[in-house]
């Protein structure tokens, strides 16, 4: 499985809005837990949002709760992460992962481990820079 990914929208003010797109090759997600992560200089890697292969629950952490949302299109292969309300903690280099053999509770305790625990497959990160 591998990723291609790119980020909708350049340098964005806090307050905006942000898409992040990644189209998976070689296997189709529909199989897979699937996670969005970013990793800001200096600082732990953090889950973000993901989605269980089981039910299709989306898991959102804390810190972007109400602002990000994370969705995946089967029939395109593409897991998408919206980006509203966007502030400049949020800047970071982001990267979506999935996940074949992960569980709900498996993706949430990856998504909350601080880097710890990781999943499968990874795309390259995106940068994301909230400025005014």
């Known amino acids: 499985l591998r990723f291609s990914c790119r980020r909708w929208g350049g340098l964005v003010q806090p307050g905006g809005s942000l898409i992040l797109s990644c189209v998976a090759s070689?296997?189709?997600?529909?199989?897979?837990?699937i996670g969005w992560f970013r990793q800001a200089p200096g600082k732990e890697r953090e889950g973000v949002a993901g989605i269980s292969s089981e039910d299709g629950r989306m898991y959102c952490t804390d810190s972007v709760k109400g602002r990000f949302t994370i969705s995946k299109d089967n029939a395109k292969n593409t897991v998408y992460l919206q980006m509203n309300s966007l502030r400049s903690e949020d800047t970071a280099v982001y990267y979506c992962a999935a996940d074949p053999n992960l569980s709900g509770s498996g993706l949430w305790r990856v998504l909350t481990s601080r880097g710890r625990y990781g999943m499968d497959y990874w795309g390259k990160g995106t940068q994301v820079t909230v400025s005014s």
């Open positions: 070689g296997s189709t997600l529909h199989d897979y837990a």
